[in-house]
């Protein structure tokens, strides 16, 4: 049962335009969301996160937007680089259950 | 400040073998959690130790064990290989037990079960 989904499996963006990455959970219990960035042989890399009692979060080029009422959060980078170009995976965890739950990843492609 | 590492790299076994990956945490940390992605799949957590006992498993049988030391390095053990047990094993490693951090991840070891 996917709890966190990624519906977009790939994005393709210019340099210097946003780039919007997408997710929706289906647990209301998930209090606590991550984004991680994968280049290929590496592990994610933690990017940046929101907890639930927040509905933005900003760290630089990178925004997180969290809709809980539509349980969806999405992930802006403005500008878009080239080193920006990786699997982006979203990530869920409720209050008192470490575990995170993952969607299945956003290939995002920096095209100069 | 050293980061995750993990051991191999790269594996192959065949069928009904047996495999022990290995996970050294970073600094500081001392909860270990590890997950299995799949191919164009996000990872699934399998379990989680905090100060050398499971705190946690996920929707993974028994065949899948694990182990932390007084060190907080950690193994992951499978039994019984399957052929869908070819996958990216990530560990990652947090200051986390009884107050939720952020996990940092691993390189991963690369299975493939023939």
């Known amino acids: 049962d996917q709890q966190v989904k990624q519906n977009s499996p790939s994005l393709s963006v210019q340099e210097g335009r946003i780039s919007i990455l997408n997710c929706d959970y289906t647990?209301?219990?998930?209090?606590?969301f991550l984004w991680y960035k994968k280049y290929p042989a590496e592990g994610p890399t933690f990017l940046i996160s929101?907890?639930?009692?927040?509905d933005k979060n900003e760290d630089g080029r990178f925004t997180v937007f969290l809709n809980k009422s539509a349980k969806h959060l999405s992930l802006h980078i403005v500008p878009s680089q080239p080193g920006d170009s990786a699997v982006y995976f979203c990530?869920?965890?409720?209050?008192?259950?470490?575990?995170?739950?993952f969607g299945a990843g956003t290939t995002v492609t920096v095209r100069a | 400040e050293t980061g995750v590492t993990q051991s191999p790299t790269h594996l192959i076994k065949t069928r009904g073998q047996q495999v022990t990956l290995r996970c050294s945490s970073q600094s500081g940390h001392n909860t270990v959690s590890w997950y299995q992605q799949a191919l164009g799949q996000g990872p699934q957590f399998i379990f989680q130790?905090?100060?050398?006992?499971?705190?946690g498993r996920g929707n993974f049988p028994p065949r899948f064990s694990g182990l932390q030391f007084p060190n907080y390095s950690s193994e992951l053990n499978v039994n019984a290989l399957e052929l869908d047990d070819s996958a990216l094993y990530l560990c990652?490693?947090?200051?986390?037990?009884?107050?939720?951090?952020?996990?940092?991840f691993g390189p991963g070891t690369r299975l493939t079960v023939l």
């Open positions: 990530a869920a965890s409720r209050s008192n259950d470490y575990k995170l739950s």
């Open positions: 929101i907890s639930s009692i927040k």
């Open positions: 130790y905090y100060r050398e006992e499971e705190n």
């Open positions: 647990n209301s219990m998930f209090d606590y």
């Open positions: 990652a490693s947090s200051w986390g037990g009884l107050r939720r951090d952020t996990q940092y």
